[in-house]
């Protein structure tokens, strides 16, 4: 088995974990059929740093951006909700393999990016579990924000044991598999919001949508649907600013009778280890200067070693306490709280 065919397997059964059926099959006949004799296949079989790059996400984005803007092409009669048979599916995709070079190419230049709405299942009751923790007002701050959809995490509802956190009239309502204690629902202020990407996509422009369209798997339309939805609600992107840059201006402000909390999901493994450990000097330097006035919180969702999910994190200061608030799905279908 050829390296590209390991990472396209690797991913595959990742899909497949995610509800994906389709982009596994695709993952899996692009590991298998793939071969170098056009440049876009020989671009893939000699890709160095396979999984770090997320190679097989974004031939599979490339393809899907190609349907989405071609409904009647030959990847659309190919694809979701249409049936296909491994044979016609392969067909369609290696034709666009060999005859959309140059624009299959081009996208393979940059990284996969999403916004996925539902990782606000972990990070609505963790922003609430810290208000009613320090009864402050928050200020906001997210890395890798990518459209901004989750920086208005106070604009959607979410449903929990027949209970709302949030706005029950929002068009964006979240409704996850709850296991544990309810969070906190105490009353949240926030003071001011900011959010930073090295490319932010910016939720009214048509291209732009269109990207994070190709990155939702295409036959998961309840994905689809809310990202529609929240980007309607959206009104301008973050800022384009590297992520050290922004954390050391953001903590660099004074910030008092306010929870300045710092947060992500799914962004931190995508930082190089250099970039990882200037981060959390910046971080751990501004938590050494915190005071019950001025106190910091980092809350994160990220991959860990468990194999289940993803780690609902947050450290505070002062103290530098880190708290294991619970676990999620990458794509927020469940969430198992264990906050206290």
Known sequence: MSRFAAHCHEQAEACAELGSPFTARLCRLLGARVTDDHAVGARLLAWEDLRADAVALRIAGGLHALKLAAPEGALAGAYPPNEASDETLWQAVSFALHNEQDFLLNWLNSAPQTNEIRRCCGLIPGFHWLAARYGLPLRMSEIGASAGLNMNWDQYGLHIDGQVWGDAASPVQLSPDWRGVLPPRPGVEITDKAGCDLKPINPQNPESRARLHAYIWPDQPRRHEITRRALDMAKAPP?????????????????????????????WQYLPKVAQARGRALIEAAGARATGRAPLAWLSIEADRQQNGAAICCTTWPGGETHHLGRMDFHGRWVIWQAQ
């Open 239 to 267: 800022e384009q600013e590297d992520a050290l840059a922004f954390l050391a201006r953001r903590l660099g402000e004074p910030a008092m009778g306010v929870l300045h909390v710092i947060y992500h999901s799914i962004v």
